[in-house]
C-alpha cells in the first residue's frame, strides 16, 4: 500500500468501505451528482436491531489497498458502480451485454473481498429493463431516478447480512479446524515454510484472527465485543512479538475507545451521524429515537446502559488513547512496507489530540509524520500530503506552520518537474497561506493597529501571489496584489524595493489598469478594492472658504439660530464628540452654486523618486471632482463640474499644499467624503472615514443659490502693499501720492461676470485708524446715476467717480500756538487809524528754516487709508436674504503742501471786521502760489515762508446749526465742545477760500485753517452778541467812515444795542466824550468851548431781552470848524453786570466827524 488516506480517522475503523465508480465513459457532473446522492445514506439502522451500519464511500481506491482487507477490515471494499453513460452505453439492448461485461470485470479487480455489489445503469428502456434483477437497477434518465437512495439502503443491509455472518464464522471456536494465518501482502513469503504445528504460531494465528473479529464486530456496531477481542489480541500478539499486527490491535482498541469518548467523531465534521430512514414509517420513527452504540445524550449519560459497565472495563482513558497510539506507531516504525499505515496512525492521533486540546503533544505526532518515508512519491501525493499537514496544523492552532507547509504545497504545485504547472493551485494555495501569516486582503485590517506577522515572510508571500497570478494570465490580479503590497508594508520596504515594486506595478497597470472595482476569483473569493491612500500621504483635508469678494453674506435680520440644543448648558468645559462628529461638523462658511469652490490638502510624497500619476475619469459611485491629473475629490449631495489640473510631487517632499477646485451646479448641503488619486495606472477613492490619521476641521459646507459677481477695476493703480491697519480681507486696494488739500478722482468700474443680474448696490466707506487728524470728507460719491441702470445684465458695466480727498492739519506743529502778542501784533480791535493803536515790533517779511530737523518735520509724508465697501445681490440668492460685499481698499501718501506756522489777527478799520494774519511755509521742492478770497496772490519759493493778511468780516456763529438736548444730555461734554470748535472753524475756513497751486506739475489744491485756529482767534474773530450801531446825522458810523456836519447845526446822535446773546442784558450807562488828535501822540479834550451837547452827554439804556435792541437819542452842536473824535465809553457806577462780560461785547466803533463852515447866504 503506496497511497495513504489522509481523510483517515478513528471513527473509520467502525465504518464499511464502498467505493462507486463509473463505468464506461460518464459525464463527470452527472456521476456526481448521482454519487452526491448515494454519499447521502452515510448510515443506516438494521431492522430488528438496535445496532447502525457506517458506510464510508469512495469514488477512487486503489485495489492493492484492498489487499490489506484482512489486517483491518475497513480497509475492504463492497463496490458498488454506477454506470452512468446510458446513451452510449446503454442506448439500447445491444450496448447491455458490453456493459454487462464492463461490471463484472470491474468486480474481479477486486476479488474476493467483496460483500456485494450493485449496477445502477441509466438511459435503458424496454425489455431489458423491465427484468427484475437484485443486483441492477436500471432508469430511464438521470433526472428520474426516485428511489436510488432506497436501493443504496437494501444494498446496506445485505452488506450487514454479509458482515455479520462473516463475523459470527470467524468469532465461532472450532477447536477440531486449524486456524488460518491472517497475512499483509508483504508477509506472504516471509511464512514460507513455518512450523504450522508450533505452539508460536499457533498463538499468532489466534492473535490475528481476535484482532481481525475485533474489527469485523467494531464494523458490526458491537462496541463491548470489540473491546474485549482487542484486548485478548493485545495480549496474544505481545507474547509472540507479532509487532506489526500488535500495533493493528493497539490502534483498534484506541479507535473503539474513541468512538465510545467521542461519539461526535473526531474528523471535525458535524457530531452525529444521523441514520437514514428504514422502511415502514412506524419502524423509521424508532430508528430516530435510537442512539448510537456508545453514544451519550444531552445530559452526557450513555444511552446504553446495559452495556456500559462492560464497556467501561475493555475501553481506555483518553490519556492512555494517546499512549497507545504511541506504541501502535513505534510498531509500525519498524516495518519499512508500513510507511502508510504509521502516517495514517499519526493523523488519527492527531484528530484526537485535537478534541482533546493537546496541541503540543499533536505537533509530535506531526513531526513524526512529515519524516515518515514513503517511497518515490509522484508531484500529485507531495501536493496531497503538504495539504494535509498543513490542515492538521491549523487543527491544532499551529497557524504559521500550517501556512508553512500550505505554502510548501503551493511551491510543489509548480515544481520544475511537472510539464504541466498547475499556477491556479498554487495560486489558490497561496491564498490559504495568508491567515498564517497574520495577512488579510483587506487593507482595512491593517489600518486598526500595529502591524502584525513577520514582514519579510509577507513581502515574500505577496511577491508569490503576484508572479502565480501573472502566470494564470490574470494582470489584474497582479497589480491588486501589488497596491495592497504597497499600501500596506510601504514602511518596511527598501528604496530600492519601492523602485522595483512600482516599476512592476507600472508594467502591469500598462495591460490592466487597477480600479476600485471588487475581483471575485473563480472559488467565489472576493478580493476587496485597494486605495493607495499613501502614495501620496494625506495629514489634512480643509475647505476653505471663497475668496473675500466672493464670500456671501446672510441679512442680519435673516441669520439662522446656530445654537446647539445638545445641551443644557451655555458652556461645558467637557467636549463631547468623537471624530466621526468632527468630520461631519458643518463647517460655517458657504459656498455659492456656480462659482469655483477650493479644498486643501496636506500630502507627503514618501517615495523615494517623484510621484506622477495619469489622469482617470470621474467615479459613478460618488458625485467625483477631478481636479489635478492624479487627485481629486470624492463628494457627495450636490453636483459638481470638474475641473482637472495636473500634479507632481518631489521625492520625500515633506509636507506639500495641494489645492483641488471644482464648480458645484446645484444648491444644498455639499460633504467631501474622500479623494481620488490615480497613482501608477492604479486609481484609488480615499475615504475619510477609513483615514483616521487625517486631520479635518469639518467636511460639509452648505450651498446656497448663485448670486451675480462683480469684478472692480479702478483709474488708479493698484497698492503694492496691504493697508496697515486694517484687519479687513480686501478684494482690491488702490495708492495714490496726493499733497496735502489736493483732490483725485477715482473712477471705479464695476463689471457683472457672474450669471445672475445684479438688482441691489450700496456703497458705504470707513476711514482706517489713524493717528492723523483729517478735515472733510475723504471720500466721497454720487450713487444715484450707477442705481439708475439697474438691473445690471451679465456682461454689463457700471461707472462710479468717487472724489477722493485729502485734508490734513496745516498747522506747523509745535512752532505755531505760541502767545499771539510775542510778536507785538495787536489784536485789541483798536481802529487802525486810532492814536490809541500800539506799534508794531519790526519783522522780516520772509523768514528760512532754521535747522535740518524742522525740515524733516515738514516734509514727513503721512498716509491716509479708507475701505470702500460695494454690497450687492441678485439672483436666487437674493430670494433667500443673501449679499456680496465688495472690498475696495485706497492708500494714500499725503505730501506736505503748506503750512500755517503761526497765525494772528488784527482789528480792521470797521469793528465787524478784522484782519486774519497767517504765516505760509512752502514745504514742497517747487515755487508755490497761495491763494484767497478777495485777497492778492502770494508766490512762495521752496522752503519759504511768508505772512499773508486777509481781510474778513467776523463771523456770526450762532448761526450755526445746535445739537437737540437729547443729543446733549447723552453726550459727553469735551465731545460737544470738540464739535462746536470744528464747526466753526469749517466756517472760517470755507469762507476764507484759501487754496494753492504749483504751475510747474499742474497740481493744485485746497488750505484749510481749521487745525490752526484756536480759541484766542476764534474769540476774535467772532461777531459780538452785543452789536452796538452808531447813527451821526442820520449816518452809520464806523472806524474808516467820517460824517460831515455845519458849524452852528445840531448833530443828531443814536446809538443802538441789538441783543443776540441768550440772555438779557443791561442796563448801561454810556458817555459821550469829544477829543481831537493831533497825531503826534498829543488829544485835546479840553472842547467846552468848540463842541456842546444838547442835553446831557450821557445816555441810559435799559435792560434787553435776548433778540430785542434799545435806542437811545441824543444831540451835539459843533462851535468850530475841525476834526472831532467822540470816545463812547461805560461809566464806572453803570451796573455791575457790565463788568461780568466779555470786553468784546462792548466794543463800540469809533465816531470820526468831520465840522464844515456853513455856506454863506446869500441875503447876508
Given at each position: 500500500?503506496?497511497?495513504?488516506?489522509?481523510?483517515?480517522?478513528?471513527?473509520?475503523?467502525?465504518?464499511?468501505?464502498?467505493?462507486?465508480?463509473?463505468?464506461?465513459?460518464?459525464?463527470?457532473?452527472?456521476?456526481?451528482?448521482?454519487?452526491?446522492?448515494?454519499?447521502?445514506?452515510?448510515?443506516?439502522?438494521?431492522?430488528?436491531?438496535?445496532?447502525?451500519?457506517?458506510?464510508?464511500?469512495?469514488?477512487?481506491?486503489?485495489?492493492?489497498?484492498?489487499?490489506?482487507?484482512?489486517?483491518?477490515?475497513?480497509?475492504?471494499?463492497?463496490?458498488?458502480?454506477?454506470?452512468?453513460?446510458?446513451?452510449?452505453?446503454?442506448?439500447?439492448?445491444?450496448?447491455?451485454?458490453?456493459?454487462?461485461?464492463?461490471?463484472?470485470?470491474?468486480?474481479?479487480?477486486?476479488?474476493?473481498?467483496?460483500?456485494?455489489?450493485?449496477?445502477?445503469?441509466?438511459?435503458?428502456?424496454?425489455?431489458?429493463?423491465?427484468?427484475?434483477?437484485?443486483?441492477?437497477?436500471?432508469?430511464?434518465?438521470?433526472?428520474?431516478?426516485?428511489?436510488?437512495?432506497?436501493?443504496?439502503?437494501?444494498?446496506?443491509?445485505?452488506?450487514?447480512?454479509?458482515?455479520?455472518?462473516?463475523?459470527?464464522?470467524?468469532?465461532?471456536?472450532?477447536?477440531?479446524?486449524?486456524?488460518?494465518?491472517?497475512?499483509?501482502?508483504?508477509?506472504?513469503?516471509?511464512?514460507?515454510?513455518?512450523?504450522?504445528?508450533?505452539?508460536?504460531?499457533?498463538?499468532?494465528?489466534?492473535?490475528?484472527?481476535?484482532?481481525?473479529?475485533?474489527?469485523?464486530?467494531?464494523?458490526?456496531?458491537?462496541?463491548?465485543?470489540?473491546?474485549?477481542?482487542?484486548?485478548?489480541?493485545?495480549?496474544?500478539?505481545?507474547?509472540?512479538?507479532?509487532?506489526?499486527?500488535?500495533?493493528?490491535?493497539?490502534?483498534?482498541?484506541?479507535?473503539?475507545?474513541?468512538?465510545?469518548?467521542?461519539?461526535?467523531?473526531?474528523?471535525?465534521?458535524?457530531?452525529?451521524?444521523?441514520?437514514?430512514?428504514?422502511?415502514?414509517?412506524?419502524?423509521?420513527?424508532?430508528?430516530?429515537?435510537?442512539?448510537?452504540?456508545?453514544?451519550?445524550?444531552?445530559?452526557?449519560?450513555?444511552?446504553?446502559?446495559?452495556?456500559?459497565?462492560?464497556?467501561?472495563?475493555?475501553?481506555?482513558?483518553?490519556?492512555?488513547?494517546?499512549?497507545?497510539?504511541?506504541?501502535?506507531?513505534?510498531?509500525?516504525?519498524?516495518?519499512?512496507?508500513?510507511?502508510?499505515?504509521?502516517?495514517?496512525?499519526?493523523?488519527?492521533?492527531?484528530?484526537?489530540?485535537?478534541?482533546?486540546?493537546?496541541?503540543?503533544?499533536?505537533?509530535?505526532?506531526?513531526?513524526?509524520?512529515?519524516?515518515?518515508?514513503?517511497?518515490?512519491?509522484?508531484?500529485?501525493?507531495?501536493?496531497?500530503?503538504?495539504?494535509?499537514?498543513?490542515?492538521?496544523?491549523?487543527?491544532?492552532?499551529?497557524?504559521?506552520?500550517?501556512?508553512?507547509?500550505?505554502?510548501?504545497?503551493?511551491?510543489?504545485?509548480?515544481?520544475?518537474?511537472?510539464?504541466?504547472?498547475?499556477?491556479?493551485?498554487?495560486?489558490?494555495?497561496?491564498?490559504?497561506?495568508?491567515?498564517?501569516?497574520?495577512?488579510?486582503?483587506?487593507?482595512?485590517?491593517?489600518?486598526?493597529?500595529?502591524?502584525?506577522?513577520?514582514?519579510?515572510?509577507?513581502?515574500?508571500?505577496?511577491?508569490?501571489?503576484?508572479?502565480?497570478?501573472?502566470?494564470?494570465?490574470?494582470?489584474?490580479?497582479?497589480?491588486?496584489?501589488?497596491?495592497?503590497?504597497?499600501?500596506?508594508?510601504?514602511?518596511?520596504?527598501?528604496?530600492?524595493?519601492?523602485?522595483?515594486?512600482?516599476?512592476?506595478?507600472?508594467?502591469?497597470?500598462?495591460?490592466?489598469?487597477?480600479?476600485?472595482?471588487?475581483?471575485?476569483?473563480?472559488?467565489?473569493?472576493?478580493?476587496?478594492?485597494?486605495?493607495?491612500?499613501?502614495?501620496?500621504?494625506?495629514?489634512?483635508?480643509?475647505?476653505?472658504?471663497?475668496?473675500?469678494?466672493?464670500?456671501?453674506?446672510?441679512?442680519?435680520?435673516?441669520?439662522?439660530?446656530?445654537?446647539?440644543?445638545?445641551?443644557?448648558?451655555?458652556?461645558?468645559?467637557?467636549?463631547?464628540?468623537?471624530?466621526?462628529?468632527?468630520?461631519?461638523?458643518?463647517?460655517?462658511?458657504?459656498?455659492?452654486?456656480?462659482?469655483?469652490?477650493?479644498?486643501?490638502?496636506?500630502?507627503?510624497?514618501?517615495?523615494?523618486?517623484?510621484?506622477?500619476?495619469?489622469?482617470?475619469?470621474?467615479?459613478?459611485?460618488?458625485?467625483?471632482?477631478?481636479?489635478?491629473?492624479?487627485?481629486?475629490?470624492?463628494?457627495?449631495?450636490?453636483?459638481?463640474?470638474?475641473?482637472?489640473?495636473?500634479?507632481?510631487?518631489?521625492?520625500?517632499?515633506?509636507?506639500?499644499?495641494?489645492?483641488?477646485?471644482?464648480?458645484?451646479?446645484?444648491?444644498?448641503?455639499?460633504?467631501?467624503?474622500?479623494?481620488?488619486?490615480?497613482?501608477?495606472?492604479?486609481?484609488?477613492?480615499?475615504?475619510?472615514?477609513?483615514?483616521?490619521?487625517?486631520?479635518?476641521?469639518?467636511?460639509?459646507?452648505?450651498?446656497?443659490?448663485?448670486?451675480?459677481?462683480?469684478?472692480?477695476?479702478?483709474?488708479?493703480?493698484?497698492?503694492?502693499?496691504?493697508?496697515?491697519?486694517?484687519?479687513?480681507?480686501?478684494?482690491?486696494?488702490?495708492?495714490?501720492?496726493?499733497?496735502?488739500?489736493?483732490?483725485?478722482?477715482?473712477?471705479?468700474?464695476?463689471?457683472?461676470?457672474?450669471?445672475?443680474?445684479?438688482?441691489?448696490?450700496?456703497?458705504?466707506?470707513?476711514?482706517?485708524?489713524?493717528?492723523?487728524?483729517?478735515?472733510?470728507?475723504?471720500?466721497?460719491?454720487?450713487l444715484e446715476e450707477a442705481v439708475s441702470q439697474l438691473p445690471l445684465k451679465p456682461g454689463q458695466s457700471v461707472t462710479l467717480t468717487v472724489n477722493v480727498k485729502v485734508r490734513l492739519d496745516f498747522s506747523g506743529g509745535e512752532n505755531l500756538l505760541q502767545d499771539l502778542n510775542d510778536d507785538g501784533i495787536s489784536v485789541t480791535g483798536l481802529p487802525i487809524s486810532s492814536p490809541l493803536r500800539q506799534v508794531l515790533k519790526p519783522r522780516a517779511e520772509t523768514k528760512p528754516l532754521g535747522s535740518e530737523s524742522s525740515k524733516t518735520d515738514y516734509n514727513h509724508v503721512k498716509m491716509l487709508e479708507a475701505v470702500m465697501t460695494f454690497k450687492y445681490s441678485g439672483g436666487a440668492g437674493k430670494v433667500e436674504g443673501y449679499y456680496r460685499d465688495l472690498s475696495l481698499g485706497v492708500h494714500v501718501d499725503v505730501e506736505p503742501s503748506v503750512f500755517f506756522t503761526r497765525v494772528s489777527t488784527l482789528p480792521a478799520t470797521r469793528t465787524r471786521q478784522c484782519h486774519l494774519l497767517l504765516d505760509v511755509f512752502n514745504s514742497t521742492e517747487h515755487e508755490l502760489m497761495v491763494s484767497a478770497n478777495n485777497n492778492q496772490d502770494l508766490v512762495l519759493h521752496p522752503s519759504e515762508c511768508q505772512r499773508m493778511a486777509i481781510q474778513v468780516a467776523k463771523f456770526d456763529f450762532h448761526t450755526l446749526p445746535q445739537p437737540d438736548q437729547e443729543a446733549v444730555r447723552y453726550t459727553n461734554p469735551k465731545l460737544l465742545e470738540e464739535e462746536r470748535l470744528h464747526a466753526q472753524a469749517s466756517m472760517i475756513s470755507s469762507t476764507l477760500g484759501i487754496t494753492w497751486n504749483i504751475?510747474?506739475?499742474?497740481?493744485?489744491?485746497?488750505?484749510?485753517?481749521?487745525?490752526?485756529?484756536?480759541?484766542?482767534?476764534?474769540?476774535?474773530?467772532?461777531?459780538?452778541?452785543?452789536?452796538?450801531?452808531?447813527?451821526?446825522?442820520?449816518?452809520?458810523?464806523?472806524?474808516?467812515?467820517?460824517?460831515?456836519?455845519?458849524?452852528?447845526?445840531?448833530?443828531?446822535?443814536?446809538?443802538?444795542?441789538?441783543?443776540?446773546?441768550?440772555?438779557?442784558?443791561?442796563?448801561?450807562?454810556?458817555?459821550?466824550?469829544?477829543?481831537?488828535?493831533?497825531?503826534?501822540?498829543?488829544?485835546?479834550?479840553?472842547?467846552?468851548?468848540?463842541?456842546?451837547?444838547?442835553?446831557?452827554?450821557?445816555?441810559?439804556?435799559?435792560?434787553?431781552?435776548?433778540?430785542?435792541?434799545?435806542?437811545?437819542?441824543?444831540?451835539?452842536?459843533?462851535?468850530?470848524?475841525?476834526?472831532?473824535?467822540?470816545?463812547?465809553?461805560?461809566?464806572?457806577?453803570?451796573?455791575?453786570?457790565?463788568?461780568?462780560?466779555?470786553?468784546?461785547?462792548?466794543?463800540?466803533?469809533?465816531?470820526?466827524?468831520?465840522?464844515?463852515?456853513?455856506?454863506?447866504?446869500?441875503?447876508?
Amino acid at each position: 500500500m503506496s497511497i495513504p488516506d489522509y481523510m483517515q480517522c478513528a471513527e473509520d475503523h467502525q465504518t464499511v468501505l464502498v467505493v462507486v465508480q463509473p463505468v464506461g465513459i460518464v459525464p463527470e457532473d452527472e456521476f456526481f451528482r448521482i454519487y452526491k446522492r448515494i454519499t447521502s445514506v452515510a448510515q443506516v439502522s438494521i431492522r430488528d436491531s438496535q445496532r447502525n451500519l457506517y458506510i464510508r464511500y469512495r469514488h477512487h481506491y486503489l485495489p492493492e489497498n484492498n489487499e490489506w482487507g484482512d489486517f483491518q477490515t475497513h480497509r475492504k471494499v463492497c463496490c458498488f458502480v454506477v454506470g452512468l453513460i446510458s446513451v452510449t452505453t446503454c442506448g439500447s439492448a445491444k450496448e447491455w451485454p458490453q456493459t454487462s461485461d464492463r461490471f463484472h470485470c470491474q468486480k474481479d479487480v477486486f476479488g474476493a473481498t467483496l460483500y456485494d455489489s450493485r449496477l445502477l445503469v441509466f438511459g435503458l428502456q424496454g425489455e431489458i429493463a423491465e427484468q427484475q434483477r437484485t443486483d441492477v437497477a436500471f432508469y430511464p434518465s438521470y433526472d428520474d431516478c426516485p428511489d436510488v437512495e432506497k436501493r443504496v439502503e437494501d444494498f446496506v443491509e445485505s452488506i450487514f447480512i454479509v458482515l455479520e455472518s462473516k463475523r459470527l464464522d470467524r468469532a465461532t471456536d472450532k477447536s477440531g479446524d486449524k486456524i488460518p494465518l491472517l497475512c499483509v501482502p508483504f508477509e506472504k513469503k516471509d511464512f514460507v515454510g513455518l512450523d504450522t504445528d508450533s505452539r508460536h504460531y499457533k498463538k499468532r494465528c489466534q492473535g490475528r484472527m481476535r484482532k481481525h473479529v475485533g474489527d469485523l464486530c467494531l464494523q458490526a456496531g458491537m462496541l463491548q465485543d470489540a473491546l474485549v477481542h482487542y484486548h485478548m489480541a493485545v495480549e496474544l500478539l505481545r507474547s509472540v512479538n507479532d509487532f506489526l499486527w500488535l500495533g493493528a490491535a493497539l490502534e483498534g482498541l484506541c479507535s473503539a475507545s474513541v468512538i465510545f469518548h467521542y461519539p461526535g467523531g473526531t474528523a471535525g465534521k458535524a457530531s452525529g451521524r444521523e441514520p437514514s430512514l428504514a422502511r415502514g414509517q412506524g419502524q423509521a420513527a424508532d430508528t430516530g429515537k435510537r442512539h448510537r452504540p456508545g453514544a451519550l445524550t444531552a445530559n452526557g449519560i450513555s444511552a446504553d446502559t446495559s452495556s456500559e459497565i462492560g464497556r467501561a472495563k475493555n475501553c481506555l482513558g483518553p490519556e492512555d488513547i494517546i499512549e497507545k497510539y504511541k506504541e501502535a506507531i513505534s510498531y509500525y516504525g519498524k516495518y519499512k512496507n508500513a510507511g502508510v499505515i504509521e502516517l495514517e496512525a499519526c493523523v488519527k492521533a492527531v484528530r484526537v489530540l485535537a478534541i482533546q486540546k493537546r496541541a503540543m503533544e499533536a505537533s509530535e505526532f506531526l513531526q513524526n509524520a512529515v519524516y515518515i518515508n514513503l517511497g518515490q512519491l509522484s508531484e500529485e501525493e507531495k501536493i496531497q500530503r503538504y495539504s494535509i499537514l498543513s490542515e492538521l496544523y491549523h487543527l491544532i492552532g499551529f497557524h504559521r506552520k500550517s501556512a508553512f507547509f500550505k505554502r510548501v504545497a503551493a511551491m510543489q504545485c509548480v515544481a520544475p518537474t511537472i510539464p504541466e504547472p498547475g499556477w491556479r493551485a498554487c495560486y489558490k494555495l497561496l491564498l490559504e497561506t495568508l491567515p498564517g501569516y497574520s495577512l488579510c486582503l483587506d487593507p482595512k485590517d491593517f489600518s486598526k493597529g500595529s502591524h502584525r506577522g513577520w514582514a519579510a515572510v509577507q513581502v515574500r508571500l505577496l511577491h508569490e501571489l503576484v508572479y502565480a497570478s501573472r502566470r494564470m494570465g490574470n494582470p489584474g490580479l497582479s497589480v491588486r496584489h501589488l497596491s495592497f503590497l504597497l499600501q500596506t508594508m510601504l514602511d518596511l520596504l527598501s528604496d530600492q524595493e519601492k523602485k522595483e515594486v512600482t516599476q512592476s506595478l507600472e508594467n502591469y497597470t500598462s495591460k490592466c489598469p487597477g480600479g476600485m472595482e471588487v475581483l471575485t476569483l473563480p472559488d467565489g473569493l472576493k478580493l476587496p478594492p485597494v486605495p493607495l491612500s499613501k502614495l501620496p500621504i494625506v495629514r489634512s483635508v480643509k475647505l476653505l472658504d471663497l475668496p473675500v469678494s466672493l464670500r456671501p453674506h446672510k441679512q442680519k435680520g435673516l441669520l439662522e439660530n446656530n445654537m446647539s440644543s445638545k445641551s443644557p448648558f451655555i458652556y461645558s468645559p467637557i467636549i463631547m464628540h468623537t471624530r466621526g462628529e468632527e468630520r461631519t461638523k458643518k463647517i460655517e462658511f458657504r459656498w455659492v452654486q456656480g462659482d469655483v469652490c477650493e479644498v486643501q490638502l496636506m500630502v507627503y510624497n514618501p517615495m523615494p523618486f517623484e510621484l506622477r500619476v495619469e489622469h482617470m475619469g470621474p467615479i459613478l459611485k460618488w458625485n467625483y471632482l477631478t481636479l489635478f491629473d492624479n487627485i481629486g475629490l470624492l463628494t457627495s449631495g450636490v453636483e459638481f463640474e470638474a475641473l482637472p489640473a495636473a500634479l507632481s510631487l518631489p521625492a520625500e517632499s515633506g509636507l506639500y499644499p495641494v489645492t483641488l477646485v471644482g464648480v458645484p451646479r446645484t444648491a444644498g448641503n455639499i460633504t467631501v467624503n474622500g479623494y481620488h488619486t490615480s497613482v501608477f495606472g492604479v486609481t484609488s477613492d480615499c475615504l475619510l472615514d477609513g483615514l483616521p490619521s487625517v486631520r479635518t476641521s469639518g467636511c460639509v459646507v452648505e450651498v446656497i443659490p448663485s448670486l451675480p459677481r462683480l469684478q472692480l477695476s479702478t483709474s488708479l493703480p493698484r497698492s503694492a502693499h496691504p493697508l496697515r491697519p486694517s484687519k479687513e480681507e480686501l478684494s482690491s486696494s488702490v495708492s495714490v501720492q496726493l499733497f496735502n488739500g489736493e483732490t483725485q478722482q477715482l473712477t471705479i468700474t464695476l463689471e457683472n461676470i457672474g450669471s445672475e443680474d445684479l438688482e441691489t448696490l450700496e456703497v458705504t466707506s470707513k476711514t482706517c485708524n489713524t493717528k492723523e487728524k483729517l478735515f472733510g470728507e475723504f471720500l466721497s460719491w454720487d450713487l444715484e446715476e450707477a442705481v439708475s441702470q439697474l438691473p445690471l445684465k451679465p456682461g454689463q458695466s457700471v461707472t462710479l467717480t468717487v472724489n477722493v480727498k485729502v485734508r490734513l492739519d496745516f498747522s506747523g506743529g509745535e512752532n505755531l500756538l505760541q502767545d499771539l502778542n510775542d510778536d507785538g501784533i495787536s489784536v485789541t480791535g483798536l481802529p487802525i487809524s486810532s492814536p490809541l493803536r500800539q506799534v508794531l515790533k519790526p519783522r522780516a517779511e520772509t523768514k528760512p528754516l532754521g535747522s535740518e530737523s524742522s525740515k524733516t518735520d515738514y516734509n514727513h509724508v503721512k498716509m491716509l487709508e479708507a475701505v470702500m465697501t460695494f454690497k450687492y445681490s441678485g439672483g436666487a440668492g437674493k430670494v433667500e436674504g443673501y449679499y456680496r460685499d465688495l472690498s475696495l481698499g485706497v492708500h494714500v501718501d499725503v505730501e506736505p503742501s503748506v503750512f500755517f506756522t503761526r497765525v494772528s489777527t488784527l482789528p480792521a478799520t470797521r469793528t465787524r471786521q478784522c484782519h486774519l494774519l497767517l504765516d505760509v511755509f512752502n514745504s514742497t521742492e517747487h515755487e508755490l502760489m497761495v491763494s484767497a478770497n478777495n485777497n492778492q496772490d502770494l508766490v512762495l519759493h521752496p522752503s519759504e515762508c511768508q505772512r499773508m493778511a486777509i481781510q474778513v468780516a467776523k463771523f456770526d456763529f450762532h448761526t450755526l446749526p445746535q445739537p437737540d438736548q437729547e443729543a446733549v444730555r447723552y453726550t459727553n461734554p469735551k465731545l460737544l465742545e470738540e464739535e462746536r470748535l470744528h464747526a466753526q472753524a469749517s466756517m472760517i475756513s470755507s469762507t476764507l477760500g484759501i487754496t494753492w497751486n504749483i504751475p510747474s506739475v499742474c497740481r493744485q489744491g485746497e488750505a484749510s485753517v481749521e487745525g490752526v485756529l484756536n480759541q484766542l482767534v476764534l474769540e476774535h474773530l467772532q461777531l459780538a452778541p452785543l452789536q452796538w450801531d452808531v447813527v451821526v446825522n442820520g449816518k452809520p458810523c464806523d472806524c474808516d467812515i467820517i460824517a460831515d456836519c455845519k458849524v452852528g447845526d445840531a448833530v443828531p446822535l443814536e446809538v443802538k444795542l441789538t441783543n443776540r446773546s441768550k440772555n438779557a442784558v443791561g442796563p448801561f450807562a454810556l458817555t459821550v466824550v469829544p477829543f481831537q488828535d493831533s497825531q503826534n501822540g498829543v488829544q485835546n479834550y479840553d472842547l467846552q468851548d468848540a463842541v456842546t451837547f444838547i442835553g446831557s452827554n450821557t445816555f441810559y439804556i435799559d435792560m434787553v431781552k435776548p433778540t430785542e435792541n434799545s435806542v437811545c437819542m441824543g444831540a451835539l452842536l459843533f462851535l468850530y470848524t475841525g476834526d472831532f473824535y467822540l470816545n463812547i465809553k461805560f461809566q464806572d457806577d453803570s451796573a455791575g453786570q457790565g463788568k461780568e462780560l466779555p470786553p468784546s461785547w462792548f466794543g463800540l466803533p469809533s465816531v470820526h466827524i468831520k465840522a464844515l463852515e456853513a455856506p454863506i447866504e446869500a441875503g447876508a
